[in-house]
């Protein structure tokens, strides 16, 4: 985007280098109203995400597990095979429902 607005790269070695008014209001645009509208709109996603009780829970169960699988895995090389396909399992359950309330 700032290539559009005439945005240059400063010379390696330049002590001294002034961009075009266009880049620079580009600049100020970006980071003040552009920043706003980013902020807003993860906001408004965060807002509107079909996080329930029961689907928090399991995430956060499936978290610990994966998170005592890496102790384990750290603590006794071969790991658990066992383990790893139930975590599977849990983390596509927790996609599939969010899948069916979404329809």
């Known amino acids: 985007m700032l290539g559009w ?14 961009q075009s008014d266009v880049a620079l ?28 009780r029961e689907k928090h829970r399991r995430v956060v169960q499936v978290l610990d597990r994966r998170r005592r699988r890496e102790v384990a895995r750290r603590e006794r090389p071969e ?16 996609t599939e429902d969010g899948k069916e309330e979404a329809q």
């Open 79 to 94: 790991g658990r095979a066992s383990e790893l396909r139930r975590d599977d399992r849990l983390s596509q359950d927790i």
């Open 5 to 18: 607005s005439g945005y240059q790269s400063p010379p390696i070695g330049a002590v001294v280098f002034r």
């Open 25 to 52: 209001t580009a600049i100020r645009v970006m980071t003040g109203p552009g920043g706003l509208v980013l902020v807003l709109a993860a906001m408004a996603i965060a807002w509107y995400y079909p996080l329930t």
